[in-house]
């Protein structure tokens, strides 16, 4: 249900008496965020695209040897522009002008790494178990129409796009995979990353569709910094995020698309946490409005066939390495949010709170190892 909130920060500003608030802010979001001053002309195309404009910065300590790696990030969380009956094609494309529209608008605000939301040219139709039309949004991660369209952008706006699509791979028997494609500032396809845990949950029919991801926890190297993408539902996975965090990530984007009955009260947390067990910063992203389907299906739970699968509640924000945040994107507006952050606060955060240090891997890899072979005995002690 989106029911009346804006947002849960809306709701805070509305209650929290003013004497209050700041500590009220301080203890649940580790203070309150610096607002980034975004251009005037930003804020009024916002307003005119219909779209929410936000703007916070992260800062570190000055240091005598690293200058300040200061990166500006835009998250972007949308509804889907048209009905799911419409043409294929016709819907790609208004997705198409659509993100145009906003990521011109993170330009002006000088965002130097875009992220789109999961399976971002489509509805989020596996909830039907329908194969056609969904499976026709499906693309080519290298070449496909939507890569093109996004290498485009990157370029003109010498940005970095991480663009979530359904992939159609090609060459490998035309298999299905959730990825995201990497695009450098140059224009570049960097590579791709694809969703390693599908959903068995719910309405979250996605294993009809497609397959477990099999590129591992790649990480980018760009020219505004190290980054990695772990789409949606790996963020219920803490080794996940681990893993992508070894590999060198500072900024873990995660694009997601979950509903409110079912996620939103883990949502300020999971990313939160990974946040700061990885001293890293996290990004996660979630799509926003309901989405109705001609045909109806049933959860398989006895309950009665239904048009949608629930309402997809946005609160996109930003989570920084010492435990603060931002606040969440409206969770019922298309919206954009631009973070300011220093990556220095990785490893002063590291060095403060050594939990790469401290964390006993080696401990963990060999129990693990056992752990998972199918006759494995448990250490429980008994009287
Ligand atoms: N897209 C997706 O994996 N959604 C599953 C639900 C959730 O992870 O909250």
Request: proline share 5%; with cysteine; net charge negative.
């Amino acid at each position: 249900m989106a029911g009346g909130l804006e947002s849960g920060e809306a709701g805070l500003e509305r209650h929290i008496p003013p004497e209050d608030l700041a500590e009220v802010k301080r203890i649940l979001y580790g203070g309150e965020a610096r607002k980034l001053n975004l251009p005037a002309a930003a804020l009024s195309e916002a307003q005119e695209r219909h779209f929410e404009l936000q703007g916070y910065g992260f800062e570190a300590a000055p240091e005598q040897l690293r200058r300040p790696r200061v990166v500006r990030v835009g998250l972007v969380q949308n509804k889907i522009p048209l009905p799911t009956v419409t043409a294929v094609a016709v819907q790609v494309a208004a997705l198409h002008r659509r993100i145009e529209a906003i990521v011109e608008v993170a330009a002006m605000c000088g965002v130097n790494i875009v992220c789109f939301q999961e399976a971002w040219t489509m509805p989020f139709a596996f909830c039907t178990r329908e194969k056609l039309p969904w499976t026709e949004f499906a693309e080519s991660a290298e070449d496909g129409p939507t890569t093109k369209f996004c290498q485009e952008l990157a370029k003109k706006h010498n940005m970095v796009v991480i663009s979530p699509i359904l992939e159609r791979d090609d060459i490998h028997g035309g298999t299905l995979w959730n990825t995201a494609v990497v695009i450098s500032n140059s224009g570049a396809v960097l590579g791709k990353s694809r969703k390693n845990h599908i959903p068995r949950v719910g309405d979250f029919n996605e294993s009809t569709y497609y397959m477990e991801g099999n590129t591992g926890h790649p990480v980018f190297q760009t020219q505004y910094g190290t980054i990695a993408v772990n789409i949606c539902y790996g963020r219920h996975h803490p080794l996940n995020w681990f893993m992508y965090s070894m590999n060198g990530a500072e900024i873990i984007f995660n694009p997601s698309a979950t509903i409110g009955t079912l996620s939103e009260s883990l949502w300020p947390i999971e990313a939160r946490n990974a946040a700061i067990a990885n001293h890293c910063f996290t990004c996660p992203i979630n799509r926003v409005g309901t989405e109705y389907y001609k045909n109806a299906f049933t959860s398989g739970d006895g309950g009665k066939a239904h048009h949608d699968l629930g309402h997809f509640y946005g609160s996109s924000y930003v989570a920084a390495p010492d435990g603060s945040r931002t606040p969440g994107l409206s969770r019922t507006q298309d919206g954009l949010l631009v973070v300011e952050m220093d990556l220095n606060l990785c490893r002063q955060v590291s060095d403060k709170w050594n939990f790469k240090m401290t964390g006993r891997y080696e401990m963990y890899a060999e129990k693990l190892t056992e752990a998972v072979q199918p006759y494995f005995v448990p250490n429980i002690i008994k009287e």
